[in-house]
Every structure is written in structure tokens, then in C-alpha cells.
């Protein structure tokens, strides 16, 4: 199975948004996996809205990842991360 991944970094100021991740507990920026067919444009900000309840305006590509092997029955997966400037405040 191949996966497609997103993350945004969300900065006001100095400031970056992380949140911490459900699975180990490490902060990450926030970010998840397409669903469906889903378009990256369309999953990173809803991976956005839904951990945070943020919203975003324009988004710019930061960079691509390379497919890379996971564990289990995942074997490829490709990380597009965006960054967008925010004034909102969280709800």
C-alpha cells in the first residue's frame, strides 16, 4: 500500500506550531495522511483544522520527500510539507 503524507508549519512571529503526536508523544508540526483521493492541497489543511481548529489562507511548498519504506503492510510513503503564516488564534 502507498501513502501520502502532509505537514504544515504554521508561524506567528518567532513562533512555530507543534502539536504532539498521538502515537509516541513526540511534537511534530501537525500533518497527516490523504484520505481517499484526496489532494495534498486538500489534506494539510484539513489535517490542520482537525488538530488544532485552525484554518490557513495560501500555503506555500517548503519541500518533497522521497518515497520511503514503512513497516507493515505500508511500503512506500511521500511527505509534502507547507508552511503558511497565520494571525488566527486557536479555538
Do not use: C, N
Not at 15 to 43: F, H, K, N
Amino acid at each position: 500500500m502507498k501513502r501520502t503524507g502532509a505537514g504544515i508549519a504554521v508561524r506567528r512571529g518567532a513562533a512555530v506550531l507543534l502539536v504532539r503526536r498521538r502515537d509516541d508523544g513526540q511534537w511534530d508540526v501537525p500533518g497527516g495522511g490523504s484520505e481517499g483521493a484526496e489532494a495534498i492541497e486538500e489534506t494539510t489543511p484539513r489535517e490542520l483544522r482537525e488538530e488544532t481548529e485552525l484554518t490557513v489562507g495560501e500555503m506555500r511548498i517548503l519541500g518533497m520527500w522521497p518515497p520511503s519504506a514503512l513497516p507493515g503492510d505500508v511500503s512506500e510513503t511521500t511527505a509534502q510539507y507547507f508552511a503558511a503564516l497565520h494571525s488566527q488564534e486557536p479555538g
